[in-house]
């Protein structure tokens, strides 16, 4: 059975990133202009990212619940730069059970407005404060040039939406929620995000501040992989959210929203893949451990058989997520292959020597030194049968660790501090450059014109105790910023 | 503070479940035509629900993914049954990123189609088969006229998209899933579903074979609560989704769909509750036992809360769904009431006396014999606080057995075996008819002409063991239906 070879991340990154999502079936093109499907394999990483999350947004307070696809195209007109933002990427329904609508709605590319429109009838006084909603769904938006995962028509995502008596409170919940992102992505996912704070012109449509985690892929460029907002009383005066307070007096409302993705995925993807597939953090993977029996005859797979089935037993109970190949007609080195090309993160060979010797082969996807040519040859470690549980759940955090140290360097090799301005404009052709900014727009559009480099964010740490001068211009300046090119 | 009382269940049934679903904050209406908001306490309901129902898909051998939203007006148009039954009910999309779209995008009102084109490229051979996947997402049917939960333009649900090898595999897999359905509604939501195949009128367009659970509510109306189709080779002629079998000929798979959605949650109110509001089954209930702790002075208020914090976090570890009310300036009585309207199965008091004995008071919701004037009264028992987890998961499991029969027998009462056609036309105004039916189109019209009644199912179990005669037209019949009016 001959293999398709992958391109190679040196290659081409871009090209080796579509191969691949289409290879190891986590996505698909759809016949819809920009819209994908998340094939199973895909889809079950993001129910792990779901869960993941959910579980951190109800341990800080918040419910979920579903706020209508569709919303009426007046209310997008009652923010302005709301609007702005976003008509050019609306989709739009002009029709309903065969007739014209009086109306048309917009499908969704974030629900700020109708769950505005909702707050604004339930919020009365300051006891029905805060409101802390999240929603889990799919939202529209109308991309020209589309790329599985990380820009594509429809896609899925959580955005959180939350309404509060004051602006200190409603700022708080937003790095709130940047930090429940950030211990996520960190987490979970390995993927080492910075966070910070966006500029002006890369903020949110209708935001008085947006923050984000920027994540940096192995080709340097920036993944912003989730944002959180402060929308002030913008949302809350265009939409007349309004409470009593304490001392009967009438206020508005101070809001926030935040969202994450699948693009969490190409992140995931980008971060930690090599040029034999995918590499999954065992956090996620929707299979922590696959099992390979080896034999090569009846009497063989007869000693082999009961063993691999015990030990899946096992490893099951103890909660871990293991899948046994069974497939026919395949040898073990394709199915070597096969699973680190869809990137379990620890593979388990059993065969007849191992069954004698009451032990298994434990193979690291992340370890380096093995032989694509020789499947399984280095890298490779034989652990006891007893206790096989729990040798094998410490190895998975081992290799989530291992992942994000990795990473982690990856990510540190490519920030850069360009002396001067001519240095910058090399210095973000491959890698980010930290660098001081006066915060003008027209040095950040300067940068943009000259290297296609955007700032990705001002961090919240690592921040110089010193000022410093605008790399750019020269000017006084108080922060450091990211400048890189991104997705 | 004054309640609002609710209109009673004998009063107007309707007016009873529309005040009750936003009293209890389950769902409410929206700025946007036809669509609900599912409110935080209906959407936990709907997640456990989705929980329930997504375990019992995996242990069946299906996986989850998700499919565009948008599907191409001609996609619909390849099957001539579909496009009929689902022409009215389209949401169209005609422009997109400010421009008119050259084909226009229909918002999905069921995936057969886009999920069909998909499968015609994934499956190629018999080694591909069977292919077993679930969708949970949102679709949109534009409903003239729409009732919260039980018919909304945009609605929740699941669909699952099977396909086969053979009509067997695709026919049994049907009956599977109508199998997992009805296990789901009678044990997880009390609800004694009749399984059932659909008339040739009522079936799924584009399907062989429809199959139903229905449920009896408490106003003898039936509910379709979910369906599981044999679609035949309908849909593979259709989308071309073809298969080399193990003799290298080229063959068209045999296709199923199943969907249950978010009307069963209107199936649940309107199964279970009473002129009190709302009674949930413990084991979808999103609270299962609120705690109300009982005080009338910081003296007591020290001696019950330390009491009240330890068993919330005792509850809370053997996996109970507990929440304390610590609402302050309510009365016991007000929170009493509040949260039997909203249906909590299991209600703890604790106050300085129960302290003392070293006890608590429990009341369910679902005990008969209480009086609305004298909330608690009736119906309550004491409880020693020794291993009080148990007992309380004991007394939920004997809630959701006692609603079960209790609606169990409701259902029974409901059914009804009219001796000819003058009594069928009584006993459907207000029961169900099971009755001998020639099945053709012509009694079935007539029945519906007279009557307002349609055929609900010729149910799969219960059927006599002789032969008969149509009760509308007199001509040999071999089987047996219900005839009933429906939501």
Chains 1, 2 share one sequence.
């Not at 739009?92 to 604004?120: A, D, Q």
Request: with cysteine; net charge neutral.
């Amino acid at each position: 059975m001959a293999e398709e070879k992958l391109s190679t991340r040196a290659e081409n990154f871009s090209e080796w990133y579509n191969e691949l999502v289409l290879k190891a079936e986590l996505a698909d093109y759809s016949p819809v202009r920009g819209c994908m499907v998340v094939r199973p394999y895909g889809w079950t990483l993001w129910e792990n990212i779901q869960q993941a999350l959910d579980k951190r947004f109800k341990d800080t307070g918040h419910v979920n619940a579903a706020f209508p696809l569709f919303i009426p195209m007046s209310f997008f007109e009652k923010e302005k730069e709301h609007v702005e933002g976003f008509a050019p990427e609306l989709a739009v329904v002009t029709h309903g059970g065969g007739e014209k609508l009086e109306e048309p709605l917009v499908v969704r590319p974030t629900s700020e407005t109708i769950i505005g429109y909702m707050y604004s009838k339930w919020i009365k006084s300051w006891r029905d404060l805060p409101v802390l909603i999240n929603q889990w769904g799919n939202v529209v938006r109308w991309e020209l040039r589309t790329k599985l995962f990380l820009r594509t028509t429809e896609f899925y995502w959580q955005e959180g939406h939350t309404a509060h008596a004051t602006e200190q409170e409603a700022r708080e919940e937003t790095l709130r929620m940047l930090d429940v992102y950030a211990d996520f992505a960190i987490n979970e996912a390995a993927v080492p995000v910075l966070k910070g704070i966006k500029s002006e012109t890369e903020k949110f449509a209708g935001a008085v501040m947006s923050t984000t985690i920027e994540a940096i892929m192995q080709d340097a460029r920036a993944l912003q992989s989730g944002t959180s907002h402060y929308l002030g009383q913008n949302f809350a005066k265009a939409f007349n959210i309004q409470f009593t307070d304490q001392n009967n007096e009438l206020q508005y409302c101070h809001t926030t929203s935040w969202g994450l993705s699948t693009r969490m995925i190409g992140a995931i993807i980008m971060t930690h893949g090599d040029d034999q597939g995918l590499i999954l953090p065992p956090r996620l993977a929707p299979i922590q451990v696959v099992m390979i029996p080896i034999f090569k005859n009846d009497a063989e797979k007869a000693a082999v058989q009961p063993v691999v089935n015990r030990i899946w037993q096992e490893l099951k109970a103890a909660g871990i997520r293991v899948k046994v190949d069974e497939r026919e007609g395949l040898t073990p080195g394709f199915k070597y292959n096969d699973w680190e090309m869809r990137g379990v993160p620890l593979r388990m060979e059993i065969g007849p020597k191992d069954v004698e010797k009451n032990s298994v082969a434990l193979a690291r996807r992340d370890k380096p030194g093995r032989d694509p040519q020789k499947p399984g040859a280095g890298g490779k470690s034989f652990v006891s049968q007893e206790n096989l549980a729990a040798s094998v759940s410490g190895m998975l955090v081992t290799i989530q660790a291992a992942l994000l140290e990795r990473a982690t360097a990856m990510r540190d090799s490519h920030i850069r501090d360009p002396k001067n301005y001519e240095e910058l404009k090399q210095v973000v052709q491959n890698d980010w450059a930290f660098s001081y900014w006066c915060e003008s727009k027209a040095c950040e559009a300067k940068v943009k014109e000259d290297t296609k480099a955007s700032t990705r964010c001002i961090p919240l740490e690592g921040q110089p105790d010193h000022a410093g001068t605008c790399i750019v211009c020269g000017k006084p300046a108080t922060r450091k910023v990211y400048f890189a090119k991104s997705y």
